[in-house]
C-alpha cells in the first residue's frame, strides 16, 4: 500500500471555495467518484477522483479557498495484482480489519463534535477559542456562540485532539450542527463520527477486477442544513432570509440564486407590511449613503446581534398586535417608605430590595385577578388561550441592546425571592450570560424606565402576548385627600394592550387593581 496525495485539477479561475465535502476518512474511493464540490464566482464545479483507493485525510475543508494544485485528499492505494479478489473477499477482509483496529484500547478515533440544543433560535459564530493540534479536556470551552438573545460559551464533551475546524467565526450555527473533528480515544466519552451510508453496487453491473480490489465500497456523505453556496449564502444574510424556508430547484436540490429571488418576492406579495420593513434593506445602501454624503459626514454603524433580532420582532409584533394603551397613577408614597425601611436588612443577606420586585408581584396578583391578560390570541383568530402559569419578563438594557429574561413562576414566589432573581438575570443579561431558555416563555412583560428618566410611553406588546406595563419615574405631586393638599410620590404607569383580546373597559380595570396594591402591599396577603 503507498500513500498518495490528490491535488486539486485546473480549475480555470483563481480561485473556488469549498462548499461540499463528498468523502470522510476511512471511506474508499471508485475512479471519477465525486471528492469535492466547489463553487467559484461563475459557475459549481463537482470534483473526481482521479484513481481508487482508502481515504486517509481529508486536506481542504468546508469554506476553505482554493486554487489549481491545492492538495485536496490523502489516499492509501493498493498495489495492483492479477489475484482477481471478488467482491465478497475484499468486503470480508475490510470487516476483519475495521474489527481488528476496533478491538485495540488504545485506538485513536476521529470523533464529532456537535452543537448543544440552541433552543428555537440559531446562532453566529463569534470566537473558536481552540486551534488545530491542541490538547482538549472534557468540559474546556471551545467557542464562544451568539444568538439574538445572549452569548455563550460551547464545552467539550470529550477529551482529545483538535484536527480541524467545520465551522468558521460569522457561521450560523444550529442545534446538533457538526461543530470540530478531533481524535480522541475510542473508549472516552463521546459521539463517534457517523457511520457514511453504503451504496452497493446493483447485481446486473460488474465491476472491474482492479476496481474490485481497490475500491470494494463506495459511501455518500449525508449533508445537513440548507445546500446553498457562499455567494447564495451571502445574499440571504443581506436580506434576512431563513434558507430552511426556502426550496432548491438546482444540482442535487441545491438552493441558487433564482431561488433565493423567487422567495423573496413571493414573501414581499403575500405580506404588505414585511415589505415595508424590509424596503429600506432591499434598496442599495451604497445609493442611500452617496445622497446622505452629499449634505455632510456620516458613519455607518451596524446593529449588533440582539438589536437586528429586537427590530424584526418589534416589526411583527407592530403588524399583529392591535396596540392600545392606558395611563394611570399609583400612589406609591407608603410602599417606598417599606422598601427603604426593610432595604438594609435584605442587602445584608445578598439581596437588592428593588421597586421592580413588588411590580412584578404585584402585577401577578392582578392577572390572577384578570386572566384574561395571562393568555394569547388563538391562531387561527376565533378565540384565545388561557395560561395557568405565570412568569413575567422583565425588561433589561445591556450594552448590546434590550433583553427581556424570564422569571418563572412568580405566583410562587414572594417579594424578597423575586428581588433575588431579579438581581441573578439582571447581572447574567448584562454579562451576556443568558441561555435560549431563560427569556422563552413569558406571560406578561414589564418594562421600567423609572431609573432613567421620563413621565410616560407606550411600549410595544412583546407579542404573542396581550400585553405589557410601562413604568416610569415616580415623582412628588399634590394629592388632594379630601382635606387639603398633600406631597404623594406617584408612580405613572403604561398598560399597552391588544385590543382584540382586551377591552378598554377591562385594561381600566387592570391598573385600577395594581395602583390598589401599590398603594397597600398589604392587599398581597389577600
Keep these: 500500500m503507498t500513500l498518495k496525495t490528490l491535488h486539486f485539477p485546473d480549475l480555470g479561475t483563481e480561485d473556488a471555495s469549498v462548499i461540499e465535502v463528498k468523502?470522510?476518512?476511512?471511506?474508499?474511493?471508485?475512479?471519477?467518484?465525486?471528492?469535492?464540490?466547489?463553487?467559484?464566482?461563475?459557475?459549481?464545479?463537482?470534483?473526481?477522483?482521479?484513481?481508487?483507493?482508502?481515504?486517509?485525510e481529508v486536506l481542504a475543508v468546508l469554506g476553505q479557498s482554493v486554487r489549481s494544485g491545492d492538495p485536496m485528499v490523502r489516499v492509501e492505494v493498493a498495489e495492483m495484482s492479477n489475484s482477481g479478489l471478488d467482491l465478497e473477499t475484499v468486503l470480508e477482509q475490510a470487516t476483519q480489519k475495521l474489527a481488528s483496529l476496533e478491538a485495540k484500547a488504545d485506538i485513536q478515533a476521529e470523533r464529532i463534535l456537535t452543537a448543544p440544543e440552541l433552543g428555537s433560535e440559531d446562532a453566529h459564530v463569534l470566537e473558536l477559542l481552540v486551534q488545530p493540534g491542541q490538547m482538549i479536556a472534557a468540559e474546556q470551552s471551545i467557542m464562544v456562540l451568539e444568538s439574538a438573545k445572549a452569548t455563550m460559551e460551547v464545552p467539550s464533551t470529550m477529551t482529545g485532539t483538535v484536527i480541524?475546524?467545520?465551522?468558521?467565526?460569522?457561521?450560523?450555527?444550529?442545534?446538533?450542527?457538526?461543530?470540530?473533528?478531533?481524535?480522541?480515544?475510542?473508549?472516552?466519552?463521546?459521539?463517534?463520527?457517523?457511520?457514511?451510508?453504503?451504496?452497493?453496487?446493483?447485481?446486473?453491473?460488474?465491476?472491474?477486477?482492479?476496481?474490485?480490489?481497490?475500491?470494494?465500497?463506495?459511501?455518500?456523505?449525508?449533508?445537513?442544513?440548507?445546500?446553498?453556496?457562499?455567494?447564495?449564502?451571502?445574499?440571504?444574510?443581506?436580506?434576512?432570509?431563513?434558507?430552511?424556508?426556502?426550496?432548491?430547484?438546482?444540482?442535487?436540490?441545491?438552493?441558487?440564486?433564482?431561488?433565493?429571488?423567487?422567495?423573496?418576492?413571493?414573501?414581499?406579495?403575500?405580506?404588505?407590511?414585511?415589505?415595508?420593513?424590509?424596503?429600506?434593506?432591499?434598496?442599495?445602501?451604497?445609493?442611500?449613503?452617496?445622497?446622505?454624503?452629499?449634505?455632510?459626514?456620516?458613519?455607518?454603524?451596524?446593529?449588533?446581534?440582539?438589536?437586528?433580532?429586537?427590530?424584526?420582532?418589534?416589526?411583527?409584533?407592530?403588524a399583529e398586535v392591535v396596540p392600545v394603551t392606558q395611563f394611570d397613577l399609583a400612589d406609591i408614597t407608603d410602599l417606598e417608605a417599606f422598601r427603604l425601611q426593610e432595604k438594609s436588612s435584605l442587602k445584608a443577606q445578598g439581596v437588592n430590595l428593588t421597586l421592580l420586585a413588588f411590580l412584578v408581584r404585584a402585577c401577578t396578583h392582578v392577572l390572577q385577578r384578570y386572566p384574561r391578560f395571562n393568555s394569547e390570541l388563538r391562531a387561527d383568530g376565533e378565540g384565545i388561550l388561557l395560561k395557568h402559569w405565570i412568569h413575567i419578563g422583565v425588561a433589561v438594557d445591556t450594552e448590546g441592546g434590550l433583553v427581556v429574561p424570564v422569571l418563572r413562576d412568580c405566583d410562587r414566589r414572594g417579594i424578597s425571592d423575586i428581588a433575588r432573581r431579579l438581581g441573578e438575570v439582571s447581572a447574567a443579561a448584562r454579562d451576556q450570560r443568558l441561555r435560549p431558555e431563560d427569556m422563552t416563555g413569558g406571560c406578561f412583560t414589564i418594562s421600567s424606565l423609572g431609573g432613567i428618566g421620563g413621565t410616560a410611553f407606550t411600549p410595544v406588546v412583546n407579542w404573542?402576548?396581550?400585553?405589557?406595563?410601562?413604568?416610569?419615574?415616580?415623582?412628588?405631586?399634590p394629592v388632594w385627600d379630601g382635606e387639603g393638599f398633600r406631597p404623594r410620590l406617584m408612580l405613572p404607569l403604561s398598560l399597552t394592550y391588544d385590543h382584540r383580546v382586551i377591552d378598554g373597559a377591562l385594561a381600566a380595570r387592570f391598573t385600577t387593581a395594581l395602583a390598589e396594591v401599590l398603594g397597600d402591599v398589604r392587599r398581597l396577603l389577600l
Design 164 to 318: 480541524r475546524w467545520l465551522v468558521q467565526v460569522g457561521d450560523a450555527v444550529a442545534s446538533g450542527q457538526r461543530l470540530l473533528v478531533l481524535h480522541s480515544k475510542a473508549d472516552e466519552k463521546g459521539l463517534a463520527l457517523p457511520q457514511p451510508e453504503p451504496i452497493l453496487p446493483s447485481p446486473e453491473k460488474e465491476l472491474p477486477s482492479s476496481s474490485l480490489q481497490q475500491a470494494p465500497v463506495l459511501t455518500r456523505l449525508q449533508v445537513s442544513g440548507p445546500h446553498a453556496g457562499p455567494a447564495v449564502r451571502r445574499m440571504a444574510r443581506e436580506l434576512g432570509v431563513d434558507l430552511a424556508r426556502v426550496d432548491g430547484h438546482g444540482p442535487h436540490q441545491r438552493i441558487v440564486k433564482e431561488d433565493l429571488q423567487s422567495y423573496v418576492r413571493q414573501q414581499l406579495q403575500q405580506a404588505p407590511m414585511a415589505s415595508l420593513v424590509a424596503g429600506p434593506a432591499a434598496r442599495s445602501c451604497a445609493d442611500q449613503e452617496a445622497a446622505l454624503r452629499r449634505l455632510g459626514e456620516i458613519e455607518s454603524l451596524p446593529f449588533s446581534r440582539i438589536q437586528r433580532y429586537s427590530a424584526q420582532h418589534l416589526a411583527h409584533a407592530s
Design 464 to 477: 404573542p402576548q396581550v400585553a405589557i406595563l410601562g413604568v416610569s419615574r415616580a415623582s412628588l405631586q
Design 23 to 56: 468523502v470522510l476518512p476511512g471511506q474508499y474511493l471508485q475512479p471519477e467518484q465525486t471528492v469535492m464540490v466547489l463553487e467559484s464566482a461563475k459557475a459549481t464545479m463537482e470534483i473526481p477522483a482521479p484513481l481508487a483507493g482508502q481515504v486517509v
